[in-house]
């Protein structure tokens, strides 16, 4: 069990406030500060202090797979850490984005490959073999467009708004209202030259603002999709993620609430702070709303159309009821969460695999609960946790208890999935 330093990453779309308040930092900071990766993905390890001076957790883990990973867990994921970990803090829209599936990834990471496109290029979309499902739990308010609305109700969306340039789509939509209906609509939308998208846009956002003023009728039950189009009009004009935007379900989370998104879920996080755990990924095709590669073709092909209203779900509570399991089921990462008062030590099983434990309310101090499988590779005994803070706990080490340090304390623990999880997220 070692303390271990993540990785900040610095986007345009990042909070100035949010992540230096949680990890007690001045604030505003120099840059806005957008993720603070804790994980072993090539492109920003996290680190521990070791011995002989810093080492990256993807050094830590390539040395000595079998010791910190686990003899069960190093093979069934190529001795690579499987999850990724960030607190993510979204002053701005980040990118119109969707993930692929294990197999697309392996297709496209190894099309690029072949025609010689540079892992550190900006123009490459795959950037591992990997799937990356994504699990958001919101920390604070968090507003979020995942996944395609239903497109009846897009269908009354777009006649809300009322444009004249959107009748041609409305009745495209309206006639075939299911995934292939939604699959045209986007395409066309997205592939627009930049002339027509301009006199589309300017016509669907004066429609937006008639909306929202009322002076066609009601101005409240699409209230808040439209202020969103007109909100990242303003951020991003002229871009055809605006005209997606009205395609997707506007979901607003509250703490402790979460959604998971699978591949080819298209989605754009909005605003807010949360807990983001995923495969260990950074395969990302865009659509729009970034100043990011766009790649729209590679996007096309791994979107999934088919509508879902995303359904937002609260943990499942521990036996013992001081925390709750957020059931993902897949294969790369299961997260929990627990709460401890002042003094009082709530056990976390190790489950005989890795394991990162981040602090996000209060301080406390973790501690084994037993002896080490492998004394000579495990590392401290006790690690001390500030809010913002993490630790690795290796497969090497025993459980682990927290103690709470104030009056009051939460964790977030993610650990590899389990095959054999079962159960029905709790759904809000
Ligand atoms: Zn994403």
Request: hydrophobic share 40%; net charge negative; with cysteine.
């Amino acid at each position: 069990m070692r303390l271990l330093h993540g990785a900040l990453r610095s986007y345009a779309w990042g909070s100035r406030t949010a992540l230096a308040e949680l990890c007690g930092r001045p604030s505003p900071s120099a840059h806005p500060e957008a993720e603070l990766w804790f994980g072993a993905h090539p492109a920003d390890p996290a680190w521990i202090e070791g011995a002989e001076g810093k080492i990256s957790l993807l050094d830590l883990i390539t040395d000595d797979p079998d010791g910190q990973l686990g003899a069960r867990v190093a093979p069934r994921f190529g001795k690579r850490l499987p999850f990724l970990f960030k607190l993510l803090a979204a002053e701005e829209p980040l990118s119109l984005q969707a993930h692929p599936s294990a197999a697309q990834a392996r297709d496209g990471f190894e099309r690029e490959n072949r025609a010689r496109v540079p892992l550190d290029s900006h123009v490459r979309n795959y950037k591992d073999e990997s799937a990356k499902p994504e699990l958001v739990v919101a920390l604070g308010p968090f507003e979020a467009l995942a996944g395609f609305r239903d497109p009846h109700e897009t269908v009354a969306l777009m006649r809300a708004i009322d444009a004249r340039s959107l009748d041609t789509y409305v009745h495209l939509l309206d006639g075939q209202p299911d995934a292939s209906g939604l699959r045209a609509l986007f395409t066309t939308w997205i592939t627009l030259p930049p002339p027509a998208l301009a006199i589309l846009l300017d016509d669907v956002l004066d429609g937006c603002v008639r909306y929202l003023s009322g002076s066609a009728g009601d101005s409240v039950r699409f209230a808040r999709e439209v202020r969103t189009a007109l909100e990242l009009a303003g951020a991003y004009p002229n871009d055809a993620g605006v005209l997606a935007s009205l395609l997707l379900n506007r979901i607003s989370l509250q703490p402790g609430e979460s959604i998971h998104l699978d591949a080819g879920n298209l989605h754009a996080y909005l605003h807010g702070m949360a807990v983001e755990v995923m495969a260990n990924s950074d395969n990302v095709l865009r659509g729009g709303l970034t100043p990011k590669h766009v790649d729209v073709p590679e996007l096309l092909r791994v979107l999934d159309f088919e509508p879902t209203p995303m359904t937002v779900c609260r943990s499942t509570p521990t036996a013992d009821g001081r925390g709750g399991r957020f059931v993902a089921n897949v294969d790369e990462f299961a997260l929990t969460w627990r709460e401890c008062v002042a003094d009082e030590s709530v056990p976390i099983a190790a489950d005989g695999g890795p394991g990162i434990v981040v602090c996000t309310s209060g301080t406390v101090e973790l501690q084994w609960a037993g002896e080490p499988t492998d004394p000579a590779r495990a590392g401290a005994s006790v690690v001390r946790l500030e809010r913002g803070a993490a630790a690795w706990i290796s497969a090497s080490d025993p459980d682990i208890e927290v103690r709470a340090q104030t009056a009051a304390a939460q964790v977030f623990h993610v650990t590899v999935g389990s095959l054999h999880e079962t159960g029905k997220p709790a759904e809000v």
